[in-house]
């Protein structure tokens, strides 16, 4: 399946139709789930048989079997219908409403009446509907009599420092790119997502500006792929942001996500102001990202959240190849898996609505698992698997098992139906199955060390997913910045998409230059606006930068040792704090009326029309200034 194997023996099926019902038994036996190359077991799940019962009513079937026909085979079959003689064609009108219809057990289906305006918009809008398909209500009801499993082996392993659950993502994700995308079969999966953050707009305002009157944001933007994370710089009082920065992050996995939050800086706690996420093999299958992107709030919905102008490319570079991903725990790879899972389901309440409107309702008899046997020592082994640990100490087995003989959900507990009630939808049973069977595995005294501890970490995860089980918002609190050390992180050699930059090797801004940031505004006046998207000028190629000193002209203003960058018809000055920028502004020089030079004193001054500071004077640097990362100096 997609590059991965499912294999299985004998299958048996037995089908029956009595009392105006159709039956059909199902037994499969030896079914596996293989593990990736290299793991000592060869399956991750493994079941001696699989036993399955299932029965539906003759309406459900007719509603089924039209739904499967294909189009033009049923286009066909009307068409012969309506060539019939009109003596037949109350026959027929017969045929066509048990084909086609979308009702249940022959009555007009009531489900999905009296449900809110904002949900039928929701629909009308989410392509991921099952309208899109034509299916309009429920199409009956499945009654399953029997779900049973057998004998089930199910191994959590690391091998060589991946973790099997995690090898099976980037398995499959590799065979969709070659099947689906334009990378061949012996082309080296790429290594290097090459993101550049330009701009963004119609950002939230998070700050009140008690000075202008109007709310403001004090932007950044943080991107991360696994385990790698960078930040830009912060744009002061702006929801328009002007970045220009260009990140290298490595990743060789296709099923990895690209996670690019926006935040407004403050001095305590950083508030969330927008997301845009993106799963690495989609740079392949569709092609590189270019242009403006729509943000998504917390809940992962667009509109209100701003855009963003980016460039986000995943190539292969030879000089990535000796880097080796830092080191991570089973349990590590699988939190980050189930992150991942998360913002790859997005918008839980439309998932629960995609589930809760599946055309079939489902009358579950019994579904049981029989004697389990859990592998669990890797997922607490540290950074070596016990396999590869017994190879090189004997005396190191990997024999630890936490066997359960029984597990199973009846109609006698958690699957009652109501006197009124028809079948549960696909959302209720899939909340019956996680919050049925974790309180029995929670009570099994001689496995709770282990099973609860993964049992619960997987409840907690698959439930957060789904909106079972409350956590705390997505992008509730930043996580901590990862620095970019050994050369990881590396910074584009090109003057026009960098600009200014902070060192490469910065963790988040200390609490000194974020003071400095928000309480600078206050004091004194300042030549210039803070830097914004509108500033096109920033986007320019080539220009000139260093270090000057600068004081205005007028007052008792001492120098101070500014950095300078020239492009277009605009002087950008940033001040560094820490070997960061604080801040930056924008000073047009079409509203300098006069430049004059010194040459005695090597100053030059800046005579400014409409501005609150009349004149701006520049000189050599004398003290020693802070520096400041850019290409080529």
Known sequence: VLGHPLVFG????L?????????LRVTVEDVGFGNPPGFPHPYFIACKSVLLTISIDWATFQNLFALILPENFKQKMLEHFEQVTPLRRKGFNKVRSKLFSTSRNGKSSKQGEGKSNEREKDQKEDKFTWNVLGIIGRLGVLVLERLEFNQVDLNFELCDGMFNINGFSKLIAVGECKRLGNMKKTQPIPNK???????????????????????????????????????????????????????????????????????????????????????????????????????????????????????????????????????????????????????????TKKV????????????????????????????????????????????????????????????????????????????????????????????????????????????????SSLGLVRTPAQGARPSTITNGENGRLKRDSSPALSGLQTNTDAAAPGITARIERHVSRVFGKKVGSH?????????????VYGYLDMRKRKGLHKWKPRFILLKGNTMFYSKVVAKQVAWTRAVSLTQCSNVSYDPKKENITLKMEGTRVSSLELAPTCGSAAPVYMPGT
């Open 15 to 23: 089908p029956s139709l009595a009392s105006g019902y159709f039956t």
């Open 193 to 347: 997502l090459e993101v550049s953050i330009i701009r963004a707009r119609g950002l939230k305002a998070a700050d009140y500006d008690y000075i202008s009157g109007k709310g403001t944001s004090d932007p950044f933007v943080k991107v991360k792929c696994r385990t790698e994370e960078v930040r830009t710089r912060t744009n002061m009082y702006t929801c328009t942001p002007m970045y220009n920065e260009k990140f290298e992050i490595h990743c060789d996995d296709p099923s990895a996500v690209l996670h690019i939050t926006v935040w407004d800086e403050d001095i305590g706690v950083d508030d969330f102001l927008g997301q845009w996420y993106c799963t690495v093999k989609w740079l392949l299958i569709k092609g590189q990202v270019t242009g403006w992107v729509k943000l998504k709030d917390k809940d992962f919905n667009e509109g209100t959240s701003g855009e963003m102008e980016i460039e986000v490319k995943w190539v292969y570079d030879n000089n990535f190849e000796g880097w080796k991903k830092p080191r991570q725990t089973a349990l590590e790879q699988l939190q980050e898996n189930s992150d991942e899972t998360n913002l790859r389901l997005g918008n």
């Open 352 to 463: 629960q609505r995609y589930l809760e409107d599946f055309p079939f309702l489902f009358d579950v008899d019994k579904i049981v698992f029989r004697d389990i046997v859990f592998h669990l020592k890797d997922l607490f082994a540290g950074y070596t698997g016990s396999a590869e640990k017994s190879s090189k100490d004997p005396s190191v087995g990997g024999k630890d098992v936490v066997k359960v003989s029984l597990l199973q959900l009846t109609k006698a507990d958690v699957l009652k139906l109501a006197e009124d009630q028809q079948g549960f939808d696909l959302w209720v049973i899939i909340n019956k199955l996680i919050l049925g069977i974790a309180p029995q595995v929670m009570k099994m005294n001689t496995v709770f060390g282990g099973l609860s501890a993964i049992f619960g970490g997987l409840g907690t995860n698959i439930g």
């Open 10 to 13: 004998k299958i048996y099926l």
């Open 531 to 543: 830097l914004n998207a509108d500033d096109t000028d920033f986007l320019l190629e080539g220009g």
